[in-house]
């Protein structure tokens, strides 16, 4: 495998598409190979695929296109929350080509379910915490959110 040179300028990292700016990035410059490519591919179409027939309770096998690109797009969420996590674009470039990409896709969910955990409780803090204030908006968030 080819060596990063330290870090990957930013331009080459989009946040909100992280996964796919890094797997671009790698392909372009040789650091993963094809084969490494179409099996990460094949993790992700399968990823998407389960995702897809839990949302129909695999009563269909068609969605909506919108609706198929917000799926895809929750499973490279996945992905992108553990690479992000990794702090280092060479760390996640690291990860992407030795790792499988299941067990990226797993941490991140992972990580999302320990988050989602850590806002909850945040959340019963606050309310145990409010005000006693007559301003609509944030009585509305501490009631009915």
């Known amino acids: 495998m080819n060596e990063i ?23 372009l410059n040789g650091l993963i190979n094809e084969n490494k490519q179409l099996e990460i591919k094949n993790i992700l179409d399968s990823e998407f695929a389960e995702a897809a027939c839990q949302f129909t309770m695999r009563g ?20 992108d929350i553990y690479l992000k996590s990794l702090n280092d674009s ?18 991140g969910r992972n990580l999302i379910l320990r988050y989602m955990e850590e806002s909850r409780e945040v959340f019963k803090t606050a309310y145990k915490n409010r005000l006693d204030i007559n301003i609509y908006e944030y009585n509305y968030i501490m009631h009915k959110a």
Request: hydrophobic share 40%.
């Open 5 to 27: 040179i330290n870090i990957i300028p930013d331009i080459y990292t989009d946040e909100e598409n992280y996964t796919i700016s890094l797997l671009h990035y790698a392909s």
């Open 60 to 79: 269909s096998s068609t969605i909506p296109k919108k609706r198929a690109a917000l799926i895809y797009k929750s499973v490279l969420y996945q992905s």
């Open 90 to 107: 060479k760390k996640a470039l690291d990860s992407i080509a030795a790792d499988n990409m299941g067990q990226i896709l797993s941490s």
